[in-house]
């Protein structure tokens, strides 16, 4: 579809964060955004906004460039652009917890492996021999092994 432009969805979102905390003003924009045209102007800031990059105050106005007052970038909207993750990334951190029981799942692995038996108790055994720190280590090992897989 060529209503949908993320060169102009990026320049909606720049000027949403240029003018952070406060909102836009039409004047804010270049008049070169009134060549995009009506229906692909609204389209552009309706998507945004749905998508929780901008705020855009109701229309009061059957005019679709009224749309360009009173647009705010959310947290969300910077950082998108940002693209480090900004507060997001560390405040929505997730902890895993690691307890010893995760060894029971690796000795199920090792149980279904293509191992021989004498092979699968030596393994078995080195594992509940390990420490935490170093069961951690495998398992995360295992877990990136089994994740790139996936991806090819």
Not at 16 to 44: H, R
Not at 92 to 118: C, G, P, Q, Y
Request: hydrophobic letters at 40%; aromatic letters at 8%.
């Amino acid at each position: 579809m060529y209503k949908f432009d993320r060169d102009l969805q990026k320049e909606i979102l720049e000027k949403c964060i240029a003018v952070y905390p406060s909102t836009t003003f039409w004047k804010q924009f270049p008049p070169e955004i009134m060549d995009y045209g009506d229906d692909v102007l609204s389209a552009n800031i309706v998507y945004l906004a749905e998508h929780g990059l901008i705020t855009i105050k109701n229309r009061t106005s059957d005019d679709p460039y009224s749309f360009l007052d009173n647009m705010r970038a959310t947290q969300k909207g910077i950082d998108f652009l940002l693209n480090d993750g900004g507060l997001s990334a560390i405040l929505n951190v997730t902890t895993i917890k690691f307890h010893r029981d995760a060894v029971v799942v690796l000795e199920d692995l090792v149980a279904i492996s293509n191992m021989s038996d004498t092979d699968k108790e030596k393994a078995k055994s080195t594992l509940n021999e390990l420490s935490t720190e170093t069961l951690k280590t495998v398992v995360q090992t295992a877990i990136s092994a089994g994740l790139s897989m996936l991806a090819t």
